[in-house]
């Protein structure tokens, strides 16, 4: 089945050292999200690629980074994770010419801050 | 700008009976609507859609939803809640100003034995 992945789905890392989250799909779809979850909140937007181009919400912080190397795969950096910074994220797709705007969510990946 | 307002944070019915999960949302245009479900340590899984027409729209799992313009209201509905329905059930409106979706706080739904 098509879908979306999330790896690994959970992370500990310790106050400071860099971790990154992955993210993959077989869907083909062109645009790739980025979700921060805390509990009993809804999903915050990070940030979104429309196929290669970067857009990122205004109030994301800077210790947050993306990359996408191609279609498929989109990585979530945090450069230096503080205790705030622990929760469930979420990857999403969505094909923008066919169904605008329903996004297709993986499993997250919790990340615990030591 | 846009807004979805789920005003019920949390909801218990009994294993059984009906359910009817609020969403009242605020935009300009006709709206983009979804109800998304989130199980426990799960990503958020589409239970269904408006775009246009029909303004009551089926689901998967036996939830249904009606747009009312005139409220400005997008419900959930389910006529007989079953124990694994427990969980956070998220509407969303589109597109805002980015593109993107608005999402609601959740309402956390619990289902009583």
């Known amino acids: 089945d098509a879908m979306v992945i999330q790896n690994p789905r959970y992370q500990v890392t310790q106050f400071g050292k860099p971790v990154t989250l992955s993210c993959s799909q077989t869907?083909?779809?062109?645009?790739m999200y980025w979700y921060q979850q805390k509990s009993s909140q809804a999903p915050k937007l990070l940030f979104h690629?429309?196929?290669?181009?970067?857009?990122n919400e205004a109030d994301t912080p800077d210790n947050f980074q993306s990359r996408r190397p191609n279609t498929s795969f989109c990585f979530l950096d945090i450069r230096s994770p503080g205790l705030g910074d622990a929760a469930m994220y979420l990857c999403?797709?969505?094909?923008?010419?066919?169904?605008?705007?329903?996004?297709?969510f993986g499993p997250g990946t919790r990340l615990t801050v030591t | 700008a846009q807004s979805v307002t789920q005003p019920d944070i949390h909801i218990t019915v009994s294993e059984g009976a009906s359910l009817e999960l609020r969403c009242n949302y605020s935009?300009?245009?006709?709206?983009?609507l979804f109800w998304y479900v989130q199980s426990p340590g799960q990503g958020l899984q589409l239970l269904l859609k408006?775009?246009?027409?029909?303004?009551l729209v089926q689901g998967i799992k036996g939830f249904e939803a009606e747009f009312k313009r005139s409220q400005s209201s997008f419900n959930l509905r389910k006529p007989s809640v079953h124990w694994s329905d427990a969980a956070e059930y998220f509407c969303?409106?589109?597109?805002?100003?980015?593109?993107?979706?608005?999402f609601g706080g959740g309402t956390r739904l619990m289902v009583k034995p």
């Open positions: 999403a797709t969505s094909k923008v010419d066919r169904a605008p705007y329903e996004q297709y």
């Open positions: 869907l083909n779809h062109n645009v």
């Open positions: 690629y429309y196929d290669k181009d970067f857009n």
């Open positions: 935009y300009g245009a006709t709206p983009y």
């Open positions: 408006y775009f246009s027409g029909d303004t």
């Open positions: 969303a409106v589109g597109p805002n100003a980015g593109n993107m979706l608005t």
